[in-house]
């Protein structure tokens, strides 16, 4: 079974474009999550969508936004891209909310570089 | 707000030898989940254990286990006969288990420990 998939892998923008980043959950998984890892840091949190709704924001600015299909995928739609957007940006996917037992699987992410 | 500290940037381990990577965390919760996850050089986060908060036993898996201590909102990994494919570096990461409004999706991430492991 295919696991959690993102594209593109890596992405060059420059300043001020916008840009998509695309996920798809592993089969059956309803719930998707985006994070977004700056260079050094952990993973932080940008989203969750359950069943196509938004079920949880992290403190990211209005420019982040991002949609979950009938099919569960999802996009991460960034506005206005600025240097300090460089990032790798994490796709995970449950079952659920990820409540309890659930597992929370991660995507290899998409790597975007701001010039 | 919820905060994880990972103060040791670098360790490393020789091959078979035990190592113990640390992690603290501050919330005023009484139910949550602990976690560690390793990220190696491929980008994919790997759930390497989990705690739950209201369980006092430690966790385990394998040559896995971890040191939980609640009172001091202490969560230490201990990986035991270290192998070179545990390279990697390691996020602790904190999950609210709590209902109102918790998105259950949201972890939070400590700044990670790079892990090397000496033939």
């Known amino acids: 079974d295919a696991g959690v998939t993102q594209s593109p892998t890596h992405l060059i923008k420059t300043r001020g474009q916008h840009v998509t980043l695309r996920c798809s959950p592993i089969s059956g998984h309803k719930s998707v999550s985006w994070y977004q890892q700056v260079l050094g840091q952990g993973p932080q949190f940008i989203f969750q969508y359950y069943e196509k709704e938004e079920r949880g924001r992290g403190n990211f600015p209005d420019r982040f936004s991002a949609r979950q299909f009938p099919n569960y995928s999802s996009e991460l739609n960034v506005n206005a891209l600025l240097l300090g957007d460089s990032a790798l940006y994490l796709c995970?996917?449950?079952?659920?909310?990820?409540?309890?037992?659930?597992?929370?699987?991660f995507g290899s992410g998409t790597q975007l570089s701001v010039l | 707000a919820q905060t994880v500290t990972q103060s040791q940037p670098e360790m490393s381990v020789q091959e078979a030898e035990t190592v113990t990577l640390s992690c603290t965390y501050d919330?005023?919760?009484?139910?949550?989940?602990l976690f560690w996850y390793k990220q190696p050089p491929s980008r994919q986060m790997i759930l390497v254990i989990r705690?739950?908060?209201?369980?006092?036993q430690n966790a385990t898996e394998n040559r896995f286990s971890v040191n939980f201590q609640k009172a001091a909102k202490s969560f230490s990994l201990k990986i035991s006969d270290s192998q070179l494919g545990d390279a990697a570096m390691y996020f602790c990461a904190y999950r609210s288990a709590g209902a109102g409004g918790t998105s259950y999706g949201k972890l939070t991430f400590g700044q990670g420990t790079i892990l090397t492991v000496h033939p």
């Open positions: 705690q739950e908060a209201y369980k006092q």
């Open positions: 995970a996917s449950s079952l659920g909310l990820f409540a309890t037992n659930e597992k929370l699987f």
């Open positions: 919330t005023s919760e009484s139910d949550y989940y």
